[in-house]
Each structure stands twice: as C-alpha cells, then as structure tokens.
C-alpha cells in the first residue's frame, strides 16, 4: 500500500492528528485524569482497564504510523477502531464510551476505509496506465 500519495497525504495527516488526540484522551482517562480521588482501576474494573490500556496504545501507534505515512498505521488505526466498536456495539460492559467519542470513533474507522479505497482506486488507474 502505498500512501505516499501526493492527494491523499494531508487527508492522512488530518486522521493522524484525531487519532492522536483520541488516543491522548484514552490515556488521560487510564490516569484518571477527571476522577479526583477515585481509583481509575475501580471505576472501570480490571478487563475495562485492560481493554483501554491496549486500544489507547494501540490508537497512539497508529497515529504515529499515519503520520509518517506507512501502511501499518492504518492497518493498526483499523483493527483497534473495529475492535472496539465491536465490543462496544455487542453491549460489552467492558468498553464505555460517550456518544461523542463514538462519533469519532466511527469518523475515524469510515475515514480510514476511505483512505484505503482511494488508494485502491490510485493503484487501478495507475495500472492502466
């Protein structure tokens, strides 16, 4: 996959930076950042802890990936950002989010799957060529 596109490029750049700041918004909440003297780890329980240490990890990876354009930053930005609507649409009381943050959450998944069907689409028109 080549995401080196010249037209693709800031549109990747702009899903870098949202997946970073959720990512960044994923890690404040595993400090417990807006939870005052409450553990974070009794608020969410272990699995749901678990489960944001490693979407959150893996959201920050992705992000950077995206940034220096290479191909495992979308494939990671699209197997997390799945997953985790996965669980989440499965009624897993593990996986807690607002409605804000599925939001984004979605934008980010459908605007991967754009990234890479526009990059599909470059790689057909530049074949017939």
Same mark, same amino acid.
């Given at each position: 996959m080549d995401l080196n596109a010249p037209t693709i490029g800031i549109y990747i750049r702009i899903v870098a930076i949202l997946c970073l700041l959720?990512?960044? @918004?994923?890690?404040?909440?595993?400090? /417990?950042?807006?939870? /005052?003297?409450? @553990?974070?780890? $009794? %608020? +969410? /329980? +272990? %699995? /749901?802890?678990?489960?944001?240490?490693?979407?959150?990890? $893996?959201?920050?990876f992705a992000a950077v990936g995206l940034w220096i354009k290479a191909s495992w930053g979308a494939a990671l930005l699209l197997g997390a950002t799945g997953v985790e609507l996965a669980l989440y649409l499965l009624g897993s009381t593990d996986v807690t989010m607002s409605a804000v943050g599925f939001a984004l959450r979605l934008v980010l998944l459908v605007s991967i799957v754009a990234i890479l069907g526009l990059n599909l689409r470059m790689r057909r028109a530049h074949a017939g060529d």
């Open positions: 959720l990512g960044l @918004s994923d890690a404040a909440r595993l400090l /417990g950042v807006n939870l /005052g003297a409450v @553990s974070p780890l $009794a %608020t +969410m /329980g +272990m %699995t /749901g802890f678990v489960y944001l240490g490693i979407f959150a990890l $893996a959201r920050l």
